[in-house]
């Protein structure tokens, strides 16, 4: 049986290699559309409550939860702070 640290070396190279780099950064804007969604349902908002939250539109929201546009820094920042009045903490590791 293979782990997945063995799929990945196998389906997108090693670690370190350009098309390895380019799945792990598509793979973290997954994750945080996902993060986005969830939060935004536990909060019993729809995608429109919050676009007027946050003076956005649905559709913008909606690529943002499905990994669908390439999403500015100030403007989760936003969607976090004014949206559901919480914090986006980052790190660096």
Known sequence: MTSFAE?????YGKS????RERYE????????GVMLQ????EEGLTQI???????TTPKYISKIEN?????RFSTLLR??????GRQLKVSVE
Do not use: P, S
Request: charged share 35%.
């Open 38 to 41: 969830e939060l935004r349902k």
């Open 49 to 55: 409550e919050l676009a007027k939250r946050c003076g």
């Open 16 to 19: 370190g290699t350009e098309t």
């Open 7 to 11: 799929h990945l070396d196998e389906q």
């Open 67 to 71: 990994n669908a546009y390439d999403t």
């Open 25 to 32: 950064h598509g793979f973290e804007e997954f994750k945080l």
């Open 79 to 84: 969607i976090f702070k004014v949206g559901f």
